[in-house]
């Protein structure tokens, strides 16, 4: 299966309009979650979804679930539905302009990433956003029942993900300028020598 995941990047990362699809079913996707963030607090004593709260901590997520009504209740569970459709689009979306970058900056990392499969691990934001998600469904569902334990693995694997997320932005961009810069450097050789 990991294969198949890294080739699918792989496929994603050299074919423009799959990448394309990507990122429509993303985008449509947070369109989706944001419309349901910004009806939140009218239902939800002014809170937004914990997912939209990145300093998010225990502590708060105990003190906004009091004031949750069944209708934040109700918007809540559509919104983790959507939020497992999300990670996943906007997961493959970064992998595949990565794989795409790393290809062109780095042609030898390239093929060690495809030989080794490593570009799966892209998807490690992915993996902790379900985690988050499936641990803050644990805390709503039982409320008003505390899950301590699985508010708490919601809140590390939202850090986490936060920080994986940043570190895959943060080094695409970095394989896109290198990229830009070594295309750049192609043309210019090119013209000198004609």
């Known amino acids: 299966m990991l294969a198949r995941l890294n080739q699918f990047i792989v496929n994603c990362s050299t074919s423009w309009w799959k990448t394309l699809l990507l990122l429509a079913g993303q985008t449509s996707s947070l369109l989706v ?5 910004a009806g939140f607090p009218a239902i939800a004593s002014g809170a937004t979804p914990f997912d939209m709260q990145n300093q998010l901590t225990v502590t708060q997520i105990f003190e906004q679930l ?54 799966v691990l892209l998807l490690a934001a992915t993996l902790f956003d379900y985690l988050e998600n499936l641990n803050f469904f644990w805390v709503v569902n039982v409320w008003p029942d505390e899950a301590m334990v699985a508010a708490q693995l919601g809140v590390l694997a939202k850090q986490a993900k936060l920080a994986c997320m940043s570190l895959v ?12 810069v070594r295309r750049g450097a192609a043309v210019l050789n090119k013209n000198a020598d004609s």
């Open 66 to 119: 009091p004031g949750y009504s069944d209708a934040a209740f109700r918007s809540y569970f559509v919104f983790q539905a959507v939020d497992f459709v999300f990670p996943l689009l906007g997961g493959l979306f970064m992998a595949a302009v990565f794989s795409f970058a790393l290809r062109h900056a780095a042609p030898g990392w390239y093929a060690t990433a495809v030989n080794w499969k490593l570009l």
């Open 33 to 37: 979650l944001l419309r349901i963030e």
């Open 169 to 180: 932005f943060g080094l695409t961009g970095l394989l896109l300028l290198v990229a830009l």
